[in-house]
């Protein structure tokens, strides 16, 4: 159930109907909007008493929520999210906002590169990888907290907000204390304790969609993390796994207008991870943006023949330029802003 408050509703009467949510035994989330606060109903097993509600002042109406996932549903909050990257503002649909960096940190050398180059671009958020969920466990792990050490520093250097995995629960504090944005990879979508931890954390989160996860599996895996409290969630679509075998996974592009149908948080195409390849990043990336994605997110380092992983998807600084290059083109023909 979705309670929506009238756009004059006073704050005594928002209090008034939580408390009358919380009598009932529920769990009141209060969403403030641009033009009215909706709060949002869990901990009802069956459909909850609408009456009661409705009796309220300041209630405008009660709309009954049907799917399994609540807070993130764009009924509960009908403009997009936005969130605040030091001060680049991510989602709403107006701008798109491309993430770059190697898959991993491995040096203080090949970071402060990266940050020069990506920042002259006009790059405003740097990825890079210091605890890397690698296949094998013969593969370039990380360097883990060094990693972390070199990522916070070269972000400072260059004034940009910086973004790297988190891949359990017990390093949830030192990523959240190195960074500005959590990720949690593909491979942990569904590791339901990382997902509640993580949304206890302050900083925002940005999901990605596990290899073989549906759309409403992606959504309630977001709910975790907002029915924890944190609303700052950034989705991202990195291809999934089909049967087709010339790219590395299939990228979901329909995901993009999907999510947006039911959701108010912001998509992002990571075309990196699931291309596989570098040749085909560019024309992947624009049709992300002309889908009407929020933001990209992009491997690139200086050597990628030689980076300790994701070599073959990343892009070297040539080619990174080629595509910032296209994705301005095609933003001011769409009437989107590159941020
Ligand atoms: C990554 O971003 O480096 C990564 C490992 O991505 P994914 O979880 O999508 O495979
Ligand atoms: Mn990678």
């Known amino acids: 159930m979705l309670v929506v408050l009238k756009s004059d509703a006073t704050p ?40 009661p509600l409705e009796a309220l002042p300041g209630v405008e109406r009660c709309i009954p929520v049907t799917q399994a996932y609540k807070l993130v549903l ?70 883990e907290q060094e990693g972390l050490k070199i990522l916070n520093e070269i972000g400072a250097k260059h004034g940009l907000a910086t973004i790297t995995e988190v891949m359990d629960t017990s390093t949830v504090d030192d990523v959240a204390g190195a ?12 590791n339901f304790s990382l997902l509640k931890r993580v949304g206890k954390a302050s900083k925002p989160v940005f999901l990605k969609r596990g290899m073989s996860a549906t759309l409403e599996e992606l959504l309630l895996a977001a709910e975790y993390v907002l029915h924890g409290g944190n609303h700052q969630v950034m989705l991202c679509e990195r291809g999934v ?16 207008p999907s999510v947006q149908r039911l959701s108010h948080l912001p998509i992002f195409v990571d075309p990196s991870h699931a291309i596989g390849r570098r040749y085909f990043i560019e024309p992947m990336a624009k049709a992300a943006l002309a889908c009407g994605a929020d933001g990209l997110m992009v491997e690139v380092t200086p050597d990628p023949d ?26 001011g023909a769409l009437g989107r802003k590159l941020n």
């Open 179 to 190: 960074a500005d944005i959590l990720q949690i990879g593909a491979r942990n979508m569904q």
């Open 306 to 331: 030689h980076a300790l992983s994701d070599g073959a998807q990343t892009l070297d600084f040539k080619g990174f330029e080629k595509l910032m290059q296209a994705l301005r083109h095609l933003a």
């Open 241 to 256: 796994r089909t049967f087709a075998d010339h790219t590395r996974n299939t990228l979901d592009l329909s995901i993009v």
């Open 74 to 143: 764009r009924e509960m909050k009908p403009e997009g999210t936005v969130i605040d990257l030091k001060g680049t503002k991510v989602g709403g649909g107006a701008t798109f906002t491309v993430i770059a960096g190697p898959c991993s940190v491995e040096s203080v050398r090949q970071m402060d590169e990266v940050a020069r180059f990506v920042k002259d671009q006009g790059i405003r958020v740097l990825r890079g990888g210091a605890f890397k969920p690698r296949t094998s466990p013969y593969s370039f792990q990380g360097l």
């Open 12 to 51: 005594a009467q928002t209090e008034a109907v939580c408390a009358e949510i919380r009598a009932m035994g529920f769990a009141p989330h209060s969403m403030p909007g641009a033009g009215r606060t909706a709060i949002g109903i869990t901990g009802n097993k069956g459909p909850v008493n609408a009456l």
